[in-house]
């Protein structure tokens, strides 16, 4: 069986642009997991059960932000290939793609010119590179296939596109599906991302540039409204006592919110136009209302569309809805409302996903406008060939943590985040002094309190690391001034002390740190250890017994645990401990060691 000639001058097209985004994005399947990934997935316990896919659901703050489609699919996920992450950046992928053939064929349905151009633009730009190659951002890719959906359903409902159905109007019938499907669509799109609230406005403003808007068409739109109204305050309640995006990072006034927008539209705008360099993390600007030369950006940004206004009459009006479109889709991002990255940044790439589209469908509508003959094709293709190499070249970034935030540090050296995160990582690769001085270059560019203490404390734990236990605590101390209530501090001051003899000082330590987070293994384990030293046997029991509960997978736990069960001459129970300790790691020599001395302690003789 053959396609005919029709089908395939249809199916082209999409077929073309889905193979072009797909293999700009190829390098994105050897990639890893950065940041925020972990609580997103890898250590997302509601992924792991059943009962973890109903607290997606009915728990708001089970999970870091509430967006139950998004967690639902990586919890379908988790199941189908666990931690291996390919699967999670080929789905991306996928939605990606996805995402630019809808967008060809909402352009089309709304013909404009140049909607394949657009479309091509929309998936190769690397400015999506953020959206796709970062796991974390399912939550764009997803929620603007959703947003697009319903976009293409609506516009038979509003008449603002080509009639689906034969005839001078569409069924009545069929309408009434495709609003509800549309809205079914909408509240699928809010629920993975909630910034897709902005779609009712553009779907009005869409219709004002078609035609004269009438009191049906606002009518049909009020619940969508109100849907993206609750879906809005849910998401700025959770970022604000949840995420984070609360304290003195974020207290500006009215004005300074103005010259963050301002000066935010302007960037995005620039990086659409000239995407180099991109970073996952810009710098962040200061901000000052006394200086005149920032009102320049909110001069700028007030006096385009007014211009775009009054020239009407010979541009038309689809430059005027571009410029809206854009500005309105990233209001919610703009700095009006506390989003939790402009701790370190006030933009970010994956803000402007669906935004772009204004600006990439103008410039695009300009040149298929403009443009004839075989020369304007091939500066296309040419145009298309950068954006594609950019892209395969900005996704290679993301392959693992390290490359991530090495490239952060290279275009913004003033970081502290990346120091704080290339301090991890050296901690992890065992690397003691390199991470104290990534931790150490932190806290000198750190702007505010608010993580000073975390930051404190990790160098401490590298200063331990390189023997220089009297930095250590003064690290230690220095990171309780600043908070008295991290555990972080309590527990890592407390280790040190019990290394040195202190146990009853550590003791104290331990016990302040259980009171602020009981449920940390970690800290129950850590003062067993040290009740075992000081003779408290039955205390020191019961607390190994309680991190066991609290983290079962622990080897360590299970073999101390035993140890402690030997000293009593309790065998048969040791033998248990020992034995679990084994059932969590075979390869645990000292735990088959005495599992062997136990066994034979009781043995007749």
């Known amino acids: 069986m053959t396609l005919s000639s029709p089908c395939l001058s249809r199916c082209g097209p999409a077929i073309t642009l889905f193979g072009l985004v797909v293999a700009a994005y190829l390098p994105a399947l050897g990639c890893g997991f950065v940041w925020d990934d972990d609580d997103y997935i890898t250590e997302n316990a509601t992924l792991r059960s059943i009962d973890g896919l109903r607290r997606i659901w009915v728990e708001p703050r089970a999970t870091p932000q509430y967006y139950p489609v998004v967690h639902t699919t990586f919890w379908f996920e988790y199941h189908l290939w666990g931690l291996e992450p390919a699967g999670y950046h080929l789905v991306n992928v996928l939605l990606h793609a996805g995402n630019t053939v809808l967008v060809w064929l909402v352009l089309r349905k709304l013909s404009v010119p140049g909607a394949w151009l657009a479309a091509a ?19 764009n890719v997803l929620s603007g296939m959703f947003y697009l959906g319903s976009l293409l359903a609506y516009a038979d409902v509003a008449l603002i596109g080509t009639p689906a159905v034969a005839g001078p109007r569409p069924l009545a019938r069929y309408l009434v599906a495709r609003y509800w499907a549309a809205t079914a669509l909408f509240v699928a799109a809010l629920l993975s991302k909630s910034v897709t609230c902005s779609l009712p406005a553009a779907i009005l403003l869409l219709i004002a540039w078609k035609r004269r808007i009438t009191w049906h068409d606002i009518r049909l739109l009020i619940p969508w409204f109100l849907l993206g109204s609750a879906a809005a305050f849910i998401t700025v309640a959770l970022e604000k006592d949840q995420v984070g995006a609360s304290g003195s990072p974020f207290a500006w006034n009215f004005l300074e919110r103005c010259l963050i927008a301002g000066h935010a539209l302007c960037f995005y705008l620039s990086k659409l136009a000239w995407p180099h360099p991109l970073s996952f993390m810009y710098p962040r600007w200061q901000i000052d209302a006394g200086d005149p030369w920032q009102w320049t950006y909110v001069a700028i940004c007030l006096t385009v569309p007014v211009l775009l206004f009054a020239m009407r009459p010979r541009w038309g009006g689809g430059p005027l809805v571009a410029s809206l479109f854009f500005a309105g889709t990233l209001f919610p991002a703009l700095g009006f409302f506390n989003v939790y990255p402009m701790r370190y940044s006030f933009v970010a790439d994956h803000f402007q996903y669906l935004a772009s589209l204004g600006p990439i469908t103008l410039a695009a509508a300009a040149w298929a406008a403009r443009s004839r003959g075989g020369f304007c094709r091939l500066l296309a293709m040419i145009m298309f060939g950068t954006l594609g190499a950019l892209t395969w070249h900005q ?10 935030w090495t490239n952060v540090l290279a275009w913004n050296p003033q970081s502290s ?3 704080f995160h290339l301090g991890k990582i050296r901690t992890s690769q065992g690397k003691a002094r390199e991470a104290a001085q990534h931790f150490r270059a932190a806290l000198e560019l750190q702007t505010d309190t608010t993580e000073q203490a975390i930051i404190e404390t990790l160098l401490a734990g590298s200063l331990v690391r390189e023997g220089q236990t009297e930095q250590a605590r003064e690290a230690f101390a220095l990171a309780l001034r600043h908070d008295p209530n991290s555990w972080e501090a309590l527990n890592g001051l407390g280790n040190l002390l019990a290394r040195q003899g202190q146990e009853a000082q550590a003791i104290g330590l331990y016990r302040r740190a259980l009171a602020v987070a009981p449920r940390q293994a970690a800290i129950h384990h850590n003062l067993a250890n040290a009740l075992a030293v ?12 309680e991190s066991i509960r609290l983290d079962p997978d622990s080897a360590t736990a299970h073999f101390n645990l035993g140890n402690l069960l030997a000293r009593q001459r ?25 599992l062997a001395r136990v066994r034979a302690a009781q043995q007749p003789r």
Do not use: M
């Open 121 to 139: 633009a929309f998936g190769l730009h690397p400015v999506h590179v953020e959206s796709v190659a970062w796991v974390t951002e399912r939550k």
């Open 417 to 419: 985040a990346a120091h």
């Open 395 to 404: 996704v290679r970034i993301y392959r693992n943590p390290e490359s991530l």
């Open 570 to 594: 309790r065998y048969a129970e040791a033998e248990q401990a020992f034995a679990a300790a084994l059932n969590v790691d075979p390869a645990f020599e000292p735990a088959a060691r005495n």
């Open 534 to 545: 000081t003779g408290d046997l039955a205390d020191s029991e019961n607390c190994y017994r």
